[in-house]
């Protein structure tokens, strides 16, 4: 029986079975716990713009505690606020799902367009080992941040260009491609038109056909590209001062970038850019040495598809390469791409019994392995005690993390053992959430923040609650970590701090030690960059509070 088994797993046949057991696991672990842990980077900001759109029924202009803030277009902030309003906004899910969404709808994007135009197998491979890329699956798609869907967008437009090519509809390659550019504008900025227009000019002239870009439907959809974005703006500008909003926009794109002259960094950033990106892509990185073989690299240069993928990612990577300010989450979109290409590369490789292989599949043997013997040992650590049932999944992730360790030493169908091989990853990530989630819970810093916000909210109850400050204290670069405090305010309590510089209304008032004058202290949140206190006016006064506090030695530090 035992022989029938494994000679069952050597088929071609199981292959569909075990890849479709494999995107159930996938799927579950991808939302699994994603409510646990509390928020931390810039989820507080992102919730609070996203929360502040539904109170204010406003999704043009972007706020943060009633006070406009000159941010990315606002695209992202009206999915996030539309999954609040669908998940409820008492919860970190509502927040950190559309960016889950996003990695598996990259992963099934990735799938179609390498299965249409390399293979079925292709195509699975290639999106397994996007999706279990280990900084997009086990950090980047928990968080409620923006990079992974603004990179689905770019992809789909880039990819749109090769897939209508081929078909040769031109409108709807350009139709098609301005679309997504324009989401992508709505999304994060003027990058999104850099990279399609460099995209498009480099794909042509690469194919000498460059005659095409002049054709009319390719004016007419960079006209109506532009002209929808020039709609954006003017709607904007019916609520707030368009050209401030224009200029914070590119500031943020400049500082980003190899236009900004204070940015010294570029040697060191030069060295370490690539390196960082390619192990991010890990486990697809032990491709890598795959590529560099002769017959490889004329098997790729016969495949058009893979030289499309080549090319896009040069002439838009360089840009990346050489802005000192760019951080590695902003070149997800050129994932896909290197690891359709390292695919590419390891499914041409004929010698599948030399050592690039035996690493490949050494390695993901290794996690299993791992995996098992680590879980097994779970239960015996006193650190995660306080985990719920850390003993029962313990034990059944150990034994399943030895059982596919098994199962790679008996599979020979080199398929099914890689598919084997990244389930131990997934399930990886099912007891990471499983207990790296609640531990933060518990003793995170950002924990710390969320019980602030909830002690205070008892006191107040349904009361207004004001930010105050004559200083200045609350502005966008000195607020600091009480962006985590005031992000639960707003989730929790439905209803949006304000800020103020005058003392006139009844409520409650969150301000900074040294701006006290004498009234009793209800509440008081203190870290390393500052003391903020609570306090509450029982009366309504019309003047302003007339003493200016001295700077507190930590306003002149930077927030982290």
Known sequence: MVKNLFSLLNKGTFFTIISLSFLILYVISLFLNLEVAPFYNEEPRRSIIAM??????NFVVTTLFNDVFYDHPPLWNIILAGSSWLFGTDTEFAFRFPSALSLL????????????????????????LYMVSVDLYFFFSNTAEIDIFFSLLILASIIGIYHFYEQK?????????????FLGFLTKGVVSLVFLGISLLVFFIYKKDYKKLFLPIHFISAF??????????????????????IEGMWRITRNKSFLDEQNNAFFSHFLWFPLNMLGNLFPATLLIP???????????????????????????FIIYWLSPGAKARYTYMFYPMLISILTFAFLIEKNKEGWKTKLFFGVLSAISLLLGISCLILPF???????????????????SGLTLFLLQLKTYNIWNK????????????????????????????????????????????????Y????????????????????????????????????????????????ELKGQKVLYTIDNRTSCLVLIKNEEEHAETWSHIPELPPYQNEVPR
């Not at 709808?105 to 491979?125: A, R, S």
């Not at 795959?290 to 838009?316: A, D, H, R, T, W």
């Not at 650590?381 to 034994?399: E, S």
Request: aromatic share 20%; with cysteine; glycine share 8%.
């Open 381 to 399: 650590i006193d650190y995660f005690d306080t985990v719920k049932g850390v003993t029962f999944f313990g034990i059944l992730f150990g034994l």
């Open 467 to 514: 930010l105050f400050s004559e200083l200045d204290f609350f502005g966008h670069h000195e607020i600091g970590k009480f962006y985590t405090t005031g992000a639960y305010l707003e989730l929790l309590g439905n209803q949006i701090p304000k800020k103020t510089s005058s003392y006139k209304e009844k409520g409650y008032y969150i301000l900074h030690k040294e």
């Open 290 to 316: 795959f590529l560099f073989k002769k017959s490889v690299i004329l098997k790729v240069k016969e495949n058009p598809y893979i030289i499309f993928l080549i090319s896009i990612f040069f002439s838009n």
């Open 169 to 181: 509809k031109f409108t709807s390659l350009f139709l098609y491609a301005y679309f997504f550019c």
């Open 224 to 245: 109506l590209c532009l002209g929808g974005i020039a709609v954006f703006f003017y709607v904007y500008g019916q609520y707030d001062d368009v050209y401030t909003y």
């Open 52 to 57: 502040e759109m539904l109170f204010n029924k």
């Open 418 to 465: 890689l598919v084997f091989g990244l389930m131990g990853i997934v399930m990886f990530k099912l007891v990471f959430s499983l207990t790296v989630y609640p531990l933060k819970q518990q003793k995170s810093s950002s924990s710390t923040f969320k019980k602030h916000a909830k002690n205070i909210l008892e006191i107040t109850k349904n009361s207004p609650i």
């Open 105 to 128: 709808l990259t992963g099934i994007l990735i799938y179609f367009m390498g299965k249409k135009h390399v293979g079925h197998v292709f195509g699975i491979v290639s999106s397994f």
